[in-house]
């Protein structure tokens, strides 16, 4: 798989942290920066040009997290968002989110899945749409085989 370079955006210093160096440990994720404020975030997102914005949706910043989604999914479908968040579940938005998870995080393992989901997406979007339709003719042949 293609590389996966992702920004983590957490005003929590001690979790960005964490996330960053559990992420360091995979070969094809590369951390181009952390952020701990809003400023920073969007600085990363517009000069960094990450994939993946990993990000908290509850913060003690001017903008919540859902604020700097909205932001960019206006603009493009790239970044994507992977949320991390222990609260504001009237907060969450899965239409415009890429990706969720509920803080504490039980497995780390599920950062790195749902990062491999993402990045797959992307590679999806990029391609042509004949190729396209054989990736979704392949997946449907393949799903009805397992299940006949």
């Avoid at 440990?25 to 600085?43: N, R």
């Amino acid at each position: 798989m293609e590389t996966i370079k992702v920004i983590i955006a957490d005003d929590n210093k001690i979790m960005n942290d964490f996330i960053r160096n559990y992420l360091s440990k995979f070969d094809e994720i590369e951390v181009l920066g952390s952020s701990y404020s809003d400023e920073e975030e969007i600085f990363m997102i517009e000069n960094l040009k990450p994939e993946i914005v990993i990000t908290d949706l509850v913060r003690n910043n001017t903008l919540s997290g859902l604020e700097i989604i909205k932001k960019y999914k206006n603009k493009s479908n790239i970044p994507k968002f992977l949320v991390i968040t222990a609260g504001g579940e009237n907060l969450i938005n899965t239409k415009i989110m890429d990706g969720y998870i509920k803080k504490p995080i039980i497995d780390y393992n599920s950062i790195i899945q749902e990062l491999r989901n993402i990045k797959e997406q992307i590679i999806f979007e990029r391609l042509p749409v004949v190729e396209k339709k054989e990736v979704i003719k392949n997946t449907w042949y393949k799903f009805f085989k397992k299940y006949k």
